[in-house]
């Protein structure tokens, strides 16, 4: 996987939707990224793709709403979302919507993919 940009950011998404608030803290990351004209490749790893699940409703996890936000990332930047193959298989078997899609990587792979960008974050 070549490099698109020298202002691309990889993204490692390891975090489950309600651990804590820190989700609202990667959605707030990302979105100021894409406000500095990155292009973004998000990697969520494992149970982390289920912050982009629709139909999520974080007021009764006592957390503030925006998981939403994500799916407003392309429209801000170039935004390409990667997942592991199970969890997507997962997400189709359970009817659980994301709002955004996302493509099948497993996790050899996404550990290559993201060295490719000139930036990487792990959240």
Known sequence: MAVVSDRSLAMIVQSRPYQN???????????????????????????????????????AALLPPGYRAWSALPELA?????????????CRQKAITLVMPADALDSDAIRIAWRAQQHAVVV
């Open 21 to 59: 608030r820190v989700a609202r803290a990667n959605i707030d990351l990302a979105m100021a990224a894409a406000a500095m004209e990155f292009e973004l490749y998000l990697y969520f790893v494992g149970p982390a793709i289920l912050q982009l699940a629709a139909d999520q409703n974080s007021i």
């Open 78 to 90: 170039k935004t390409t979302v990667y997942a592991e193959q199970a969890w997507l298989d997962y």
